[in-house]
């Protein structure tokens, strides 16, 4: 488990910056809306299991999404992180919005579980 927040439970994309970003960077994209896939896959093992520990995870996971949607209602799709993407600077949230809210539908459906 890694202290920032953009690693925390964050699944790993690649590339996504560049499939769906606007600025096209390849590079490592934590989190990425669909990262809260993973909350969701762990939501269900731990209930099916009855293993807490997984429950958790969950929780990290979908929390790892929200900071792509930001106080003033703009988001992101991706957050570059990278420092550097094939000598670009990276470490920032791309432009576009598109899908993020992917990660909020999975985070408040899972609380109504």
Request: negative net charge.
């Amino acid at each position: 488990m890694q202290p920032d927040y953009h690693l925390h439970e964050a699944a790993i994309r690649h590339w996504d910056g560049y499939w769906f970003g606007k600025r096209r960077y390849f590079g490592d994209t934590f989190p990425h809306y669909w990262s809260a896939l993973t909350g969701n896959v762990f939501e269900l093992y731990g209930r099916i299991t009855g293993d807490s520990s997984y429950l958790e995870r969950a929780e990290h996971s979908r929390r790892a999404v929200l900071p792509m949607i930001f106080a003033d209602g703009r988001a992101s799709c991706a957050y570059i992180y990278p420092c550097k993407v094939n000598g670009r600077e990276g470490e920032f949230y791309d432009p576009y919005a598109n899908d993020q809210d992917w990660g909020l539908y999975f985070y408040l459906r899972n609380q109504e579980l």
